[in-house]
């Protein structure tokens, strides 16, 4: 009984709460087999006091830890919302700079084109304008053998 006196003493300077369970679960063991019942229940009460303490405490640990886990993935969340409107941001802002650079392609290609056009359609009114002179010549030749000089 000395001994679990000066123990309990000391745990309660210590604010040791789990010794002091332990050691008030000793007394009531103690004190009621002794036939103390009256110190037995003090130890009990005792017990029971700093058994809740520890809950309470383990309980307001938890809850605090689960207010932080929530914040966490709140924040995690949040972050990856943000993460993926960047990446949607980028991913757009890609696509514009491919269709811009197709757009200048297409303006730089388009006088090529556009000139190369009128060069076969030039090409191909002058072998019209040769054919056609040609046939002009034929004709013209045709028209002499058959009228000479002299019957014009």
Not at 9 to 19: G, P, V, Y
Not at 41 to 54: G, K, N
Not at 88 to 96: N, Y
Request: cysteine-free; aromatic content about 8%.
């Amino acid at each position: 009984i000395d001994l679990s006196s000066r123990s309990l003493a000391k745990a309660t300077e210590l604010k040791a709460m789990k010794r002091i369970e332990e050691i008030a679960n000793i007394r009531y063991d103690l004190f009621k087999e002794l036939g103390r019942y009256k110190d037995a229940l003090e130890a009990h009460e005792l017990y029971i006091q700093s058994r809740d303490s520890l809950r309470s405490k383990a309980n307001q640990r938890e809850v605090i830890r689960q207010e932080f886990k929530y914040k966490y993935e709140k924040k995690a969340l949040a972050d990856s919302i943000e993460l993926a409107k960047k990446e949607e941001i980028r991913e757009l802002e890609q696509k514009t700079q491919e269709a811009e650079a197709k757009a200048d392609q297409v303006f730089l290609i388009a006088p090529f084109i556009g000139l190369l056009l009128i060069l076969v359609l030039i090409f191909s009114l002058l072998i019209s304008r040769k054919r056609s002179q040609s046939k002009l010549d034929r004709i013209l030749e045709e028209y002499e053998q058959a009228n000479p000089k002299g019957n014009r």
